[in-house]
């Protein structure tokens, strides 16, 4: 969440970089200024009572010692009045501060000044694009009829065994997921990652230090009984690793990758953009998380960039990125990347990674910090991207790949797949 001192340096930039979110944050940040201004009031009070109560207790013993008793019991009374006080004071004070952080929980993180202006993703802006286009013909199949056609994917066995979103790997398919992953998290290691194997099930401080919490659009798998979380992605487990934690500086950065399955009820998807592959409620990915010093954060999603790009050009994929505009960002973003692929039999691009600073805006929540050569704690930067998310690669992978013969297998997976065609 943004910080009070953010808010109270300069609201009218906060308010006006909240509009590029599409957020009206008038309100609410005057209203946080407002209460701050009476939480220092009140602490002020509850300072004072307790230097009074202090200064007090002192005296009664002087007082009882020197046999003036009276002036004890009437110091007596005046410590039973002022406790009274202090208690209304202090449940105020409690008061006050969860109404400040209940308003900062609501409001966005500001966007950089990069972001650009916009409301739908039709105000994106294409940054770069490279890979080679497929050359198929008109009557090339769709993912679908190829993973049917070839047994790799069936999706109706996922419904008869849990519903529509959750489809069932098989044979050469279930090898080419595995194949993936495992080439995503070597690529990670040989860039410095560090791989965490963290739970799929998160608490509730997890879902709020991350911003996944509170869940506006109910997107969290719930269980109820235990007031877990099902993860949306890698992102939440391995970012709270750092939650209330203060990190020597000279261990900066912290870069960790994390394989996970990843849950997402994805409330209200529907039609012809939705099939098969192309949007799940449960899929495999690989994560990569930094936690950075501010000063080298934006130098570390260039970092993080280059490394998808990489990713996606040793696969043979055409891709672009592109800059989110203000209205088609996260909540708790400050900047965000998307990856895209080219998907040639169903002729669109499709979403396989995005790519996030968040400045100071999880780390805030999370209380994670470094301590500086002064021996003064600063919050860190978090990053995080998806290098990559399974689904949508593997739709583009079958689609362009496919030929009279079979599906061609990328050269890089061929050692993990034992297989170089599909057929």
């Not at 906060?14 to 609410?28: C, M, N, Q, S, T």
């Not at 529907?270 to 690989?286: E, P, T």
């Not at 040793?314 to 692929?341: N, Q, Y």
Request: glycine residues 6%; aromatic residues 8%.
């Amino acid at each position: 969440m943004l910080t009070l001192q953010q808010i109270k340096e300069n609201p009218t930039l906060i308010i006006e970089r909240l509009a590029v979110k599409h957020f009206d944050g008038k309100e609410p940040i005057e209203r946080v200024i407002a209460l701050d201004e009476r939480r220092r009031q009140l602490q002020l009070k509850n300072d004072n009572a307790a230097a009074e109560l202090k200064k007090l207790a002192a005296s009664i013993g002087a007082l009882m010692k020197s046999g003036d008793k009276d002036s004890a019991e009437q110091a007596k009374a005046t410590v039973a009045t002022l406790k009274d006080q202090q208690k209304t004071v202090a449940e105020e004070l409690d008061k006050t501060e969860k109404q400040i952080t209940e308003i900062l929980l609501s409001v966005p993180n500001i966007p950089c000044a990069l972001v650009p202006q916009g409301r739908t993703a039709e105000d994106n802006v294409v940054e770069k694009t490279g890979g080679p286009m497929p050359d198929l013909p008109d009557d090339a199949l769709p993912h679908w009829d190829l993973a049917k056609k070839y047994n790799l994917i069936d999706f109706d066995l996922g419904v008869k065994i849990t519903g529509a979103g959750f489809p069932v790997y098989i044979g050469k398919g279930a090898k080419l997921q595995r194949a993936l992953i495992q080439f995503f998290l070597d690529e990670a290691s040989k860039a410095g990652y560090l791989e965490i194997q963290p739970p799929y099930v998160v608490n509730e401080a997890s879902g709020y230090g991350t911003g996944q919490l509170p869940d506006k659009e109910g997107q969290m798998y719930h269980c109820n009984l235990d007031n877990l979380y099902l993860i949306p992605t890698a992102e939440v487990p391995v970012t709270n690793i750092y939650r209330d934690v203060i990190i020597p500086e000279d261990r900066l950065p912290m870069k960790n990758c994390a394989y996970s399955a990843c849950f997402r009820r994805e409330a209200g998807s529907y039609g012809k953009d939705v099939r098969g592959l192309n949007r799940l409620h449960q899929f495999d990915k690989v994560e990569i998380v930094r936690i950075e010093k501010p000063e080298n954060s934006y130098a570390a999603l260039e970092e993080m960039k280059d490394h998808v790009q990489g990713l996606l050009e040793k696969l043979g994929l055409p891709w672009h990125i592109l800059r989110l505009c203000g209205g088609d960002m996260s909540f708790t973003s400050a900047i965000t990347f998307d990856f895209e692929v080219f998907s040639a039999a169903q002729k669109r691009w499709l979403e396989v990674s995005s790519v996030s600073n968040f400045e100071t805006y999880q780390a805030n929540r999370l209380k994670c910090r470094y301590r500086a050569e002064d021996k003064k704690t600063r919050l860190c930067h978090t990053l995080n991207g998806s290098a990559l998310a399974l689904p949508r690669i593997v739709a583009a992978l079958l689609e362009n790949n496919q030929t009279p013969d079979g599906i061609i297998v990328p050269e890089c997976l061929r050692k993990y797949t034992g297989f170089d065609i599909i057929d």
